[in-house]
């Protein structure tokens, strides 16, 4: 999966890279189609580098569409980022 999260503050999408870990192989296949996209999933990870991209990320579920949309994806940046 590529990862990003929409920016509190500016709006825009922010890159959090990219992230394989956590998912079957039967999953990988299954996340092969297009049409899938955008989703949203839950990760969890060891820290955010300053770039806003996740350190040692694993994927731990796929959200339910009516359950969390992408656009509600927010990263709270920190107020000295």
């Known amino acids: ?24 192989n039967a999953q990988r296949l299954e996340f092969a189609n297009d049409a899938l996209y955008p989703l ?3 990760v969890k990870f060891y ?13 731990l579920r796929v959200r339910d569409r009516e359950d969390k949309k992408p656009e509600e994806c927010l990263y709270q940046r920190e107020d000295n980022e």
Request: aromatic share 8%; net charge negative.
């Open 1 to 24: 999966f590529t990862l990003s999260q929409i920016d509190s503050k500016t709006g825009e999408e922010i890159d959090c890279g990219k992230c394989g870990s956590g998912l079957t």
């Open 47 to 59: 820290d955010r580098f300053v770039s806003g991209k996740l350190q040692f990320a694993s994927i």
């Open 40 to 42: 949203v999933v839950e």
